[in-house]
């Protein structure tokens, strides 16, 4: 959240080791003035109640009127840690402008498990929101009917922030997802609307403004998302997509990454007027090397998104506070032509670079046919056609994190398919090589493109953030 001058971020928190642990988590708390220099604090909760014993859980911060914060976060209660609990948190002393010190009340917890929900499946508070009825909201992930129930995201309402009831119809369900987390329901601009009036999920008039719903699905560890209609009076949301996408299946949805990561969550940042978006990327080694390392899991660069020209897909681009880091430019390629199955060697670029590229094709006329099928799995075609397997329009790209015999490196490319006349962009980033080390989970990752590259000139722009184990790239803008 943004508050005062100070950003603050909540994370989940061990501060007993490098991993889960037993799962008694805390949540830890660190702050920054620009999102990208920061400090951490002690705490800001810790598992030391009967509503929280096994765990301080995730969940979201609210800045209520007059400025003063709160945190919702679901709690595992004592005697019996299945059992979830959502509770709230505020500052000790409101003036201090690091919040270094909660207080949780014993009037806690403020939403206890619903009959009609299993005791492990009620977790992740969003962040609240207030609706034209001057009534608080907030969603809360949920299994719906026992163990295999419906997958719903429900809503609760209070006047006072304390105490919440139920509303009769869940935001959304999705029978074939399993178990959903950490949603996020946030209004987004139409194209060329200033954002800075949208800071609430219900905008000025909710039905008016579209709505992202995020949800991260456990079966799957990813996190989709779809864009479409919020009511406020209702409190549902109905998904906009495609006729590729199912609107009842979550897991049809657009993404906001196709890499490693799970359960992002996004704040208004009051500062810029803007939608900042973070994500969680957990490491890839073994559990051995988290420990010996002392620590797992990071957060993403922080992201701006934003509604799409199209009004169907959300934008996002690495917030402009990241270009601070650029010390010296290395001057690469300029340019320069690759020739098929050649490479250009850029020197002097290390372990931490922020790289834009663009790539122009002299022609698209050779290009293979796409196959409408391989829209459900571009994962899977990534690894079937890796970096180093030819095509007709690709793979070009980056080879980053490069061993000077070549024998490990991290491949991020694209390929270009026909379809109907126009063309598919695959992008992937392909970690098979990224280690010579056995062990280590290090698959393909893909998903398309959704850009007219012809329209574009026959060119597609990259641009790829690499911080010693991360990279995070970003394709056609």
């Known amino acids: 959240m943004y508050h005062n001058g100070v950003y603050h971020m909540f994370y989940q928190y061990n501060p007993l080791g490098a991993v889960w642990g037993t799962g008694n988590l805390s949540w830890g708390h660190s702050v920054s003035r620009d999102l990208v220099n920061w400090d951490a604090l002690d705490t800001a909760l810790d598992p030391t109640a009967p509503f929280d014993y096994n765990g301080c859980w995730s969940g979201s911060a609210t800045i209520l009127p007059g400025g003063i914060p709160a945190l919702l976060y679901t709690g595992r209660i004592q005697g019996d840690k299945e059992v979830q609990v959502q509770n709230v948190a505020f500052p000790k002393n409101p003036a201090d402008p690091l919040l270094r010190e909660w207080v949780k009340p014993a009037y806690n917890p403020v939403i206890p498990l619903p009959a009609d929900v299993p005791g492990d499946n009620f977790r992740d508070p969003t962040t609240a929101w207030v609706g034209r009825d001057g009534l608080w909201r907030i969603a809360v992930a949920a299994k719906v009917g026992g163990p295999n129930g419906i997958a719903s995201t429900l809503i609760y309402r209070s006047k006072d922030f304390r105490h919440w009831k139920r509303n009769a119809l869940p935001l959304y369900t999705s029978r074939a997802a399993g178990m959903v987390e950490c949603p996020d329901l946030f209004p987004v601009a139409e194209p060329g609307v200033e954002e800075g009036r949208l800071g609430y999920a219900s905008g000025p008039a909710s039905g008016a403004v579209r709505h992202v719903l995020k949800l991260s699905v456990m079966n799957t560890t990813q996190d989709y998302y779809a864009v479409g209609r919020y009511d406020d ?97 290395v001057v690469g390629l300029l340019g320069a032509q690759v020739n098929a199955g050649g490479m250009n060697k850029i020197v002097g670029v290390g372990a931490q670079a922020d790289v834009e590229a663009i790539f ?110 991360v990279v995070e790239s970003f394709g056609g803008g």
């Open 233 to 329: 009076v209702a409190d549902t949301f109905v998904p906009e997509v495609d006729v590729e996408r199912n609107a009842d299946d979550c897991r049809t949805w657009r993404r906001f990454d196709y890499g490693h990561v799970y359960a992002s969550k996004s704040f208004f940042d009051s500062s810029k007027n803007r939608r900042v978006l973070w994500a969680w990327a957990n490491e890839s080694d073994s559990q051995d090397n988290d420990i010996a390392r002392g620590w797992s899991g990071v957060q993403t660069v922080p992201r701006k998104v934003w509604l799409d020209q199209d009004g169907k897909q959300v934008r996002q681009w690495p917030i402009e506070e990241i270009e601070t880091l650029r010390s010296k430019r």
């Open 360 to 469: 122009e094709i002299p022609s698209l006329e050779e290009a293979e046919t796409f196959q409408p099928n391989w829209l459900l799995d571009p994962q899977k075609l990534c690894e079937e056609n890796g970096a180093s397997v030819p095509g007709r329009v690709g793979p070009f790209g980056l080879l980053v994190m490069a061993s000077s015999n070549m024998q490990e490196h991290t491949a991020v490319f694209f390929r270009v398919f026909r379809h109907n006349h126009k063309y598919k962009v695959l992008m992937c980033t392909d970690l098979t090589r990224s280690t010579g080390r056995d062990n280590v989970y290090k698959p393909s990752y893909g998903g398309f493109v959704d850009i007219d590259i012809e329209q574009q000139g026959r060119s597609i722009s990259l641009r790829t953030l690499i911080d010693h184990s």
